[in-house]
């Protein structure tokens, strides 16, 4: 985010794939943690698998750069 000139408080929209419901909790726990103070739109949805066998957890952010945070 910072390379690219933007913050964490830029982020709108979250996308998290999990190959185990099991991990809801868990997960969703520690987003929060990064994410405190921030509150984007967010989708989590269970998948058989993700790109490499060894991934239990798939993230996608969309974030938006202010003014202020590209000066």
Same mark, same amino acid.
């Given at each position: 985010? =910072? +390379?690219? *000139? *933007? +913050? !964490? %408080?830029?982020?709108?929209? /979250?996308?998290?794939?999990?190959?185990?419901? =099991?991990? =809801? +909790?868990? /997960?969703? #726990? /520690?987003?929060? #943690?990064? !994410?405190?103070? /921030?509150?984007?739109? &967010?989708? *989590?949805?269970?998948? &058989?698998? !993700? %790109?490499?066998? +060894?991934? !239990?957890?798939?993230?996608? %952010?969309?974030?938006? =750069?202010?003014?202020? %945070?590209? &000066?």
């Amino acid at each position: 985010m =910072r +390379e690219a *000139g *933007g +913050e !964490l %408080a830029g982020i709108v929209k /979250v996308t998290i794939c999990q190959v185990d419901p =099991r991990y =809801r +909790e868990t /997960v969703y #726990r /520690v987003i929060g #943690r990064w !994410l405190k103070g /921030v509150h984007p739109v &967010s989708t *989590g949805i269970v998948v &058989s698998a !993700l %790109a490499r066998p +060894e991934w !239990l957890v798939e993230i996608d %952010a969309i974030a938006v =750069r202010t003014a202020q %945070a590209a &000066s």
